[in-house]
């Protein structure tokens, strides 16, 4: 299993995200909300704090039903 990155920049996981089919649903305050395009249940809140820890982004992951390789394939891209 590939390993979490460390302090993962916010914004470049919501990028990741929507490369995954996720989109933008709504901003509150500097949380945003994403909804999966094909599956509107697959709802996913990314705190916009600048860094992720470790454990943000695996419970982002374990929420959005994204494997950590999938998303690691499409975040080391960009």
Do not use: C, N, W
């Not at 649903?25 to 945003?32: E, P």
């Not at 996913?44 to 943000?56: C, D, N, R, S």
Request: proline share 4%; aromatic share 6%; hydrophobic share 45%.
């Amino acid at each position: 299993m590939a390993k979490m990155p460390r302090d993962a920049d916010a914004r470049r996981v919501i990028k990741t995200l929507e490369k995954l089919g996720f989109r933008v649903a709504s901003v509150s305050g500097s949380h945003y909300k994403l909804i999966h395009q094909d599956d509107p249940l697959r709802v996913v809140v990314v705190p916009f704090h600048g860094k992720l820890k470790t454990g943000t982004l695996s419970a982002i992951l374990k929420a959005a039903k994204v494997k950590a390789e999938e998303f690691l394939k499409v975040f080391t891209l960009l």
